[in-house]
């Protein structure tokens, strides 16, 4: 049984997807990164599955062994205040019951919600069936009837000639897992306001959509088109290795260390993030 605690953030969890403000999502990869993005003000904590396996030493896809993603996740949990959503790709396992353990799994460690993708056929740029994010989505409903279940669809990740028969087929798939069990809908790739705004304003569940990336629109231009949970996904770590290679680059080329110093957390305050540990 869940905790009170538990049962306690996943309620909020939901309501902050129907509130008058968007849920902005600045995705974590370790302890450190989501107390961090905690102390900022974050609402609720999202994972970042390619930033977790980058900081494991693993690709993006899936490479990381779950064991590795339950145990990042354990550590976001325990020192997380606020609701935890955790990336788990397409989930983790070849079986629907292997996806439903990794979901039991975060569960019972107190996680509020993940977000669960449709992705592409194993070794090329086709997507995957909608049948097979339909069987895991009912069947982890099944487990929680609380459990927030974000399902992502990519379909706006592969070629496509006709945009109109591309926004079709998103629309087509988000009313599958929303009729599966899901509680809300992610489309990363769909940037256009008024196609945010058509998919939106026919749901009837919370549209997520993505701004990890340069140049992305500001919250209020993508609220306004109707999105309601903003993601920024990988983004925020690769600004902070994109940072570490610039501090290295000046360190190594020029023997100056300037832009360690901008900005540089102190010791205290980073110890000050975990005053409950031993």
């Not at 020192?79 to 790709?89: C, F, I, L, Q, T």
Request: charged share 20%; glycine share 12%; aromatic share 6%.
């Amino acid at each position: 049984m869940r905790s009170s605690d538990a049962q306690q953030k996943t309620d909020i969890f939901h309501r902050l997807h129907a509130g008058p403000e968007p849920l902005v999502l600045v995705n974590a990869w370790d302890a450190a990164s989501a107390r961090i993005v905690e102390r900022a003000g974050a609402t609720a904590i999202g994972t970042t599955s390619a930033g977790m396996a980058w900081s494991l030493g693993y690709a993006d896809g899936e490479r990381l062994p779950v064991g590795e993603l339950l145990a990042a996740c354990a550590r976001i949990s325990r020192v997380a205040g606020v609701p935890v959503s955790v990336d788990v790709e397409s989930g983790y396992g070849d079986s629907t019951q292997a996806v439903c353990d990794v979901a039991g799994a975060l569960i019972d460690m107190g996680v509020a919600g993940i977000n669960i993708e449709d992705g592409t056929r194993p070794g090329t740029r086709e997507l995957a069936p909608p049948e097979v994010q339909c069987e895991r989505i009912a069947a982890i409903r099944k487990l929680d009837a609380r459990f927030f279940i974000n399902a992502r669809t990519d379909v706006y990740f592969v070629p496509w000639d006709d945009p109109a028969a591309r926004f079709e087929e998103a629309l087509r798939r988000a009313k599958l897992y929303a009729a599966a069990g899901a509680d809300g809908i992610f489309v990363p790739g769909m940037s256009s306001p008024e196609e945010i705004g058509r998919l939106s304003g026919v749901l009837g569940l919370p549209l997520n959509v993505y701004a990890g990336y340069a140049g992305a629109p500001p919250a209020e231009s993508l609220v306004r088109a109707g999105a309601r949970r903003i993601s920024l996904g990988c983004g925020p770590l690769q600004s902070a290795l994109g940072l570490v290679a610039r501090i290295a680059t000046e360190a190594f080329e020029h023997g100056r260390f300037g832009t360690m110093g901008e900005g540089m957390l102190s010791v205290g305050e980073l110890n000050g993030l975990f005053p409950a540990t031993p």
